[in-house]
């Protein structure tokens, strides 16, 4: 255990910490001025939020990172027991979504957390692998450990969450050696599958592929399935240059997006900060993830490595999406966008993602 004294203070990286501080203030403000009737102070809550989860980040970089992870096939066991419990009655379905669990008092969504242990597990057997390029064997062991929480991620219909384990399990594979040829191949297939899926999506009536069709081929989607897009390009269009002002939205404040201090928090912050506002937070999240990647760069081990290049990973892929659907170029998928969504359990698993990454920076010279 590394003690805290003026080394932690001195190694600590306080750029990481400013920046995720200045993303999670400025989603409290645009949670104030989204706030929906009948919901009660939520920017309060997030306030709350907001210091558990720098809690959990503070004690996570307490204990020796290869410790937690030592420890990983036990969250791993957790997380997949508590998206067990999520398909049975203890689980509430949210806006069509089964990813809710709800234990007395608390409810919380598991596959935020899950996301986490998944990538601890699979740095900890990947970092153990010596043998570059992976074998056939190796890479099916990993795909397992993938593979079980995705489908129970699945089986809730969270398509974001579902896609969101993709983003580092590709990049975990990547930087632990795979095989050339393999990636050539499944790319082939992703391409030929998109390529057969176009047509079906395309006759589809069910409500994914009418999101799909509501961006890509809004001719062929229902009006209901357009709504929330066009009031999205709306909310962000009209914000101009320096926006219309902190809490003088309409597209928010009026509900005409719905699910705004969520999944659309970005619209509100682009209609109310305008350009100046969305480039500051996009800079952030750039720069924060381009510090994650310093500290993997920097890490002291391959565990280290591919432990903060995997949450670097997933942290994009949140980003662009939650971005990109904001601004019509990717459907609808209802995923947070981090620190700046209103939830407790986004916040909180992103401060323990983040105290994980900056564990591993304060251990960059021990051996």
Not at 19 to 24: H, I, N, V
Not at 98 to 114: H, V, Y
Not at 228 to 241: K, Y
Not at 344 to 363: D, K
Request: aromatic letters at 10%; proline letters at 4%; charged letters at 15%.
């Amino acid at each position: 255990m590394l003690n805290i004294d003026r080394r932690y203070f001195a190694d600590f990286d306080w750029t990481l910490l400013g920046l995720a501080l200045m993303l999670a203030g400025f989603g409290v403000v645009m949670i104030s001025s989204a706030q929906p009737p009948g919901l009660g102070p939520l920017w309060q809550k997030q306030i709350i939020n907001i210091g558990i989860g720098l809690a959990i980040m503070a004690v996570t970089t307490l204990v020796d990172y290869r410790k937690i992870l030592g420890s990983a096939h036990i969250l791993y066991g957790l997380g997949l027991t508590l998206l067990v419990l999520v398909l049975t009655p203890l689980g509430r379905a949210v806006n069509g979504n089964r990813n809710w669990l709800d234990l007395g008092p608390f409810g919380f969504q598991p596959s935020e957390f899950a996301k986490i242990f998944t990538i601890m597990l699979l740095a900890r057997y990947l970092a153990g692998v010596r043998q570059k390029p992976l074998d056939l064997q190796t890479t099916v062991r990993a795909g397992l450990i993938w593979v079980a929480p995705v489908v129970l991620v699945f089986l809730g219909n969270d398509t974001g969450s579902t896609l969101s384990f993709i983003s580092f399990l590709v990049v975990l594979l990547f930087l632990a050696g795979v095989r050339w040829s393999w990636v050539a191949a499944a790319a082939a297939a992703a391409v030929l599958l998109l390529a057969l899926a176009v047509p079906q999506i395309k006759s589809g009536k069910d409500y994914k592929t009418e999101r799909i069709k509501a961006v890509y081929w809004p001719e062929l989607a229902g009006k209901q399935y357009r709504y929330q897009n066009e009031q999205a390009e709306i909310a962000v269009g009209s914000g101009g240059i320096f926006g219309k002002g902190i809490h003088s939205g309409t597209q928010g404040a009026l509900g005409f997006v719905p699910e705004v201090h969520t999944d659309f928090i970005f619209a509100v912050a682009a209609e109310e900060t305008g350009f100046v506002g969305s480039i500051f937070a996009l800079t952030c999240y750039l720069l924060m993830i381009t510090r994650l990647l310093q500290i993997a760069r920097q890490a002291r081990d391959r565990s280290g490595l591919l432990l903060v290049t995997g949450i670097a990973a997933l942290f994009f892929y949140h980003v662009m999406v939650s971005v990109g659907m904001v601004v019509r170029l990717l459907p609808i998928m209802g995923i947070p966008l981090p620190l700046m969504s209103y939830g407790g359990s986004s916040v909180m698993a992103t401060f323990f993602a983040l105290g994980l990454a900056l564990n591993v920076r304060l251990r960059r010279f021990v051996n």
